[in-house]
């Protein structure tokens, strides 16, 4: 070491050589890191907005459509370039916020997978063509000289609201009489016939803001349920003094449930049995007035004791009455359901049951408001489920459907598969996907029309979930195309329109034109005295236009908003005989599986988007995987270690992933979170995980026919393999060090 | 309008939007940095000796000079004509500096403002009006570029040295731009006078108290 000494001056001069070899061998380094004269274009405007100031970001506000809550967006234009995203702080929907998901849109328009040119499947591949030559063989398929009985076109879509839903319909008509088929595999089919029986109407506002307490049966309402953000922002509302006290029963712990006071771990498929357990509670101990009730629900009360329900439901005794004393003492109370509650064969009584505390409870009118349908039905959200694509399946595997229209869903991989999308999608001859990534289903298609993104798209949309006074959310392009072959949906329904009825959609240059064509013709009345431009300006101003004010609720939810059990109320319940299901144990797949709904990737549909895959999820913090959810004694009862591979096996397939360990789940069920496991949908999504929507079993809700997501029984046996997952957090216990302190409540009231 | 402190340079001209063409580094690049280091040290003691600036109050004009090389332009643009011989104020022009982190280049409509109507016969207005007949900018050769980690701000300097500058009059703006970017007024098209290095700026920050913090610049 002393043999060879370096000086001061030696090292410098050799860090200096290193410093200039490193720049020599960087020679063709990027331009944008040295000063050079006269290398660089720099292009000037020609004429530019006087506003504009290159380096200052202007704002336009547009919707959000990375979901259908329909949050307000503004999005910052810096050089005609969209870079950042937030909420709109005028929409009433979402009040200035923006979950990670709608964040993360701007990664759809930027996408490096994204389809610049359509393709042809020629021969069996799918060729690159021009929008032309694609726009003529979309229209040798179902333009008026195709020959094709109409009724043989099929659409394919998501939930679609708005004049997209108005031309799509137009088409239909157009074409004489295609059929119009919108699935989602996160829907609310289940809740809404709930509601439209029980309150009068599908459309409730959950006044989450107003309650002092909160149950909410598997409804995960901060992050996958009904509308997030609007929830969100009510629920620090809601926690603000008074705080509001928060009771979530569910299988799996969500983002909600993980923020709840009081976690109830229902065992799956029981949470009908929990709720009546409560209301039988609730008059019991509480003096709640059970002639509120249906009489052949009052009747049954009485079956529903706490310690009976305890061996069905799984959950303690005391949380239940714990439960019944929040809702009882903290008026006004608010129950919700959804979500895992009403994805099991009776999931409908379930969320019935649940409705019917709120009944009970005086909610209906305080916290829980049925409303009116939107008043222009023509824009209403066509909302989709999965009941749907089992019908579309059904009639594409008969042979009566030649041409199918496929936008906004990807059935081939959500859908389990016991329905056989594959065959039902081979038997339709011509399959035209309307999509801006070639994904699982449009890669079988015959004709891909590559879309403008929505960040490069005019629309106008209707929220799934009406928060206060109707009003249609504006989009507006928040710059200009990236690609020059892709067109928006609402410009190519149009230019299909025009070969049927030249005279009618001739006048509108493109979709643009038709939509400001449209706002003329509001009614003045609804444009409170503004003139055309001025409502039409302050419509793109706040991204929305608002409508007519709201219909005065119909009789007969009046009816239900009263104290008094209404015929809605009776009829519901009394002629399904209101069963409730005696959860049955099962040898052979003794474990429930919930196919849990991500709060980063949806239902698989924003897996193509790295700021998602890589955002920890909220409970397990794992990263860019699929992991299997079970409880800590499941696990020890079958000799399961944490970072185990495993095989989870249904009657219908299986597949493999980690185990994570977690005491928020209950001890019969395992959890594995959607979104993963593609196969065909780019370089960020492709071969990542596991899908365990595949595997279900195509157990429906008997008296709405929707599927039953968390129906599917499992088992689950070990492959040998076990390595340390993957995730963000290290680890989840502090070893006894102490290193934050804690003391329980109870010790707290003691200090 | 775009600038070397912003991603995505590409035509503004018609909104229209291109992907982003990498622009191949000279491979002598850093030597000719080197010799011009060298030279600049050079410039520096000789304006010691013989530099005259006029004199902006509450300034130490920054030192440092550097032998830019000329720069082809698609239209020759004369800022003596502009600038000296017209008196046309340099904000006139470039409209953003005082408001914005860049100067920008003047929009096409700016130009044509004037020249519909002034020296409509000469050979470089009438390339000009080619230009806008054919709806397009000219693509000019960027001449003062700075790295992508450096943000340099003209609003701030301009609000020093002229606005919020005591005895200081808007006339005389040309004098505070000279600081970095040479007396323009008695160029044609723009050349890089100014070394416009990290010890360029430096100097200048302390002799007029500016900030020090190294946030100010790398952000």
Redesign the interface.
């Known amino acids: 070491m002393s043999t060879y000494k370096v000086k001061r001056r030696d090292f410098l001069k050799i860090t200096g050589l290193t410093g200039a070899s490193a ?1 020599l061998a960087a ?22 907005e006087e506003y504009v ?4 970001g202007v704002w336009y506000a547009s919707t959000c459509q990375q979901c259908d809550a329909g949050c307000g967006i503004i999005g910052r234009v ?4 969209v870079l950042k995203l937030e909420g709109n702080p005028v929409s009433p929907i979402n009040k200035g916020a923006l979950c990670q998901i709608g964040q993360a849109a701007l990664q759809v328009h930027y996408n490096p997978d994204r389809l610049k040119q359509p393709k042809l499947r020629q021969e069996g591949k799918l060729i690159d063509v021009t929008w032309d030559d694609a726009f003529a063989a979309l229209k040798s398929s179902i333009g008026p000289d195709s020959g094709l009985d109409g009724s043989r076109i099929a659409w394919l879509t998501g939930t679609v609201s708005g004049h997209q839903r108005v031309l799509m319909d137009a088409v239909s008509e157009a074409v004489g009489g295609a059929s119009h088929y919108a699935h989602e595999t996160l829907n609310d089919t289940v809740v809404d016939k709930v509601n439209a029986d029980v309150y009068g109407s599908a459309n409730v506002q959950y006044k989450i803001a107003d309650a002092q307490s909160i149950l909410s049966f598997g409804a995960d309402f901060l992050s996958t349920w009904g509308s997030p953000v609007h929830n969100s922002v009510q629920y620090g509302q809601f926690r603000d003094a008074p705080r509001g006290v928060l009771i979530q029963a569910e299988p799996k712990m969500t983002v909600t449930g993980g923020s709840a006071d009081l976690w109830l771990p229902v065992r799956p498929g029981t949470e009908g049995t929990l709720a009546m357990t409560i209301a039988a509670e609730l008059v019991a101990s509480h003096g709640a007035d059970a002639t509120k009730l249906p009489k052949a629900m009052a009747d049954q009360l009485g079956q529903y004791s706490l310690d009976s329900s305890e061996a069905q439901t799984g959950v303690a005794a005391s949380l239940v009455k714990q439960a019944a004393n929040f809702l009882a003492t903290r008026a006004p109370s608010l129950v919700i359901a959804g979500g895992t509650a009403a994805a099991h064969e009776h999931g409908y009584e379930a969320v019935t049951a649940a409705a019917m505390l709120n009944v009970l409870l005086g909610n209906v009118g305080k916290t829980i408001i049925p409303v009116a349908d939107f008043p222009y039905p023509a824009l209403a959200p066509k909302k989709g489920d999965t009941a749907q694509l089992a019908a579309f399946a059904k009639k594409a595997k008969a042979g009566d459907i030649s041409v199918a229209l496929i936008a906004g869903t990807n059935p081939a991989y959500t859908a389990p598969d016991q329905l056989d999308m594959a065959a039902a999608l081979s038997a339709v001859k011509v399959k035209v996907a309307f999509t801006e990534f070639l994904d699982e289903t449009s890669s079988m298609a015959d004709i891909v029309l590559p879309l403008h993104s929505d960040m490069e798209s005019w629309g106008t949309h209707v929220a799934s979930y009406q928060v206060a006074d109707p009003m249609i959310s504006l989009q507006q392009p928040l ?2 195309p ?1 690609y020059a072959e892709t067109r928006s949906l609402g410009d190519t329904l149009l230019d299909v329109l025009k070969l049927y009825n030249a005279e009618q959609y001739g006048p509108f240059a493109d979709y643009y034109a038709y939509l400001r064509n449209v706002v003329s013709a509001v009614p003045a009345v609804a444009k409170e005295g503004a003139s055309d431009e001025a409502y039409w300006q302050a419509g793109l101003q706040q991204g929305m236009l608002k409508v007519t004010a709201p219909k005065p609720f119909p009789a007969a939810i009046a009816t239900a908003a009263n104290d008094d059990a209404s015929d809605a109320l009776v009829k519901s319940a009394d002629t399904m005989g209101f069963v409730l299901p005696v959860y049955e144990k099962n040898k052979d797949y003794p474990l429930s599986l919930i196919p849990a709904a991500s709060s980063r990737l949806g239902d698989g549909r924003f897996a193509n988007l790295p700021w998602l895959q890589e955002a920890p999820d909220a409970i397990t913090k794992i990263v860019w995987n699929s992991w299997v959810e079970m409880h800590p004694a499941t696990a020890l009862y079958y000799g399961f270690k944490q970072g185990d591979f495993v095989e989870v096996a249904s009657a219908e397939g299986s597949v493999k992933a980690q185990i994570y360990l977690h005491k928020g789940i209950n001890k019969d069920a395992v959890a594995v979170p959607m979104g993963q496991g593609h196969t065909e949908y780019g370089r960020y999504a492709t071969g990542r995980g596991v899908n365990p929507l595949k595997m279900l079993a195509t157990t429906s809700d008997v008296q709405t026919g929707e599927l039953a997501l968390c129906a599917t029984r499992v088992t689950v046996v070990s492959t040998g393999r076990n390595e340390e997952l993957v995730k963000m957090g290290g680890s989840e216990s502090q070893v006894g060090r102490k290193l934050v302190g804690t003391i329980t409540a109870d010790q707290l009231r003691r200090v | 309008m775009t600038h070397g402190l912003i991603p995505g340079k590409v035509s503004q001209s018609n909104r229209h939007l291109a992907p982003r063409e990498p622009v191949p580094a000279k491979a002598w690049g850093h030597v000719a940095t080197r010799f011009n280091m060298l030279f600049g040290v050079l410039c520096v003691l000789l304006f010691f000796v013989g530099s005259a600036y006029a004199e902006v109050p509450n300034a130490v004009p920054p030192k440092g000079d550097h032998d830019g090389k000329h720069v082809e332009q698609p239209i020759d643009f004369p800022h003596d004509i502009h600038a000296r011989d017209n008196k046309i104020n340099c904000m006139y022009c470039h409209t953003y500096a005082r408001r914005g982190l860049v100067a920008g280049i003047p929009p096409t409509s700016k130009c044509m403002g004037c020249h519909t109507v002034i020296a409509t016969d000469k050979p470089r207005i009438k390339k000009l009006a080619e230009y806008w007949e054919k709806g397009e900018s000219p693509k000019w050769k960027k001449v003062h570029d700075l790295p992508d980690f450096v943000h340099f701000n003209h609003e701030k300097h301009l609000n020093r040295f002229i606005f919020n500058n005591e005895g200081m009059e808007v006339e005389r703006a040309d004098e505070v731009c000279a600081f970095c970017h040479g007396e323009v007024k008695e160029m044609t098209v723009a050349r890089k006078v100014k070394p416009l290095t990290m010890g360029f700026c430096r100097q200048c920050h302390e002799d007029n108290n500016g900030p020090s913090d190294c946030w100010k610049c790398h952000k």
Do not use: F, K, W
């Open positions: 720049a020679c063709d380094m990027p331009t944008t890191v040295t000063l050079e004269e006269g290398e660089e274009e720099v292009v000037s405007y020609l004429m530019p100031i290159p380096g200052i810096r050089e005609g370039r710059m200009e990236l």
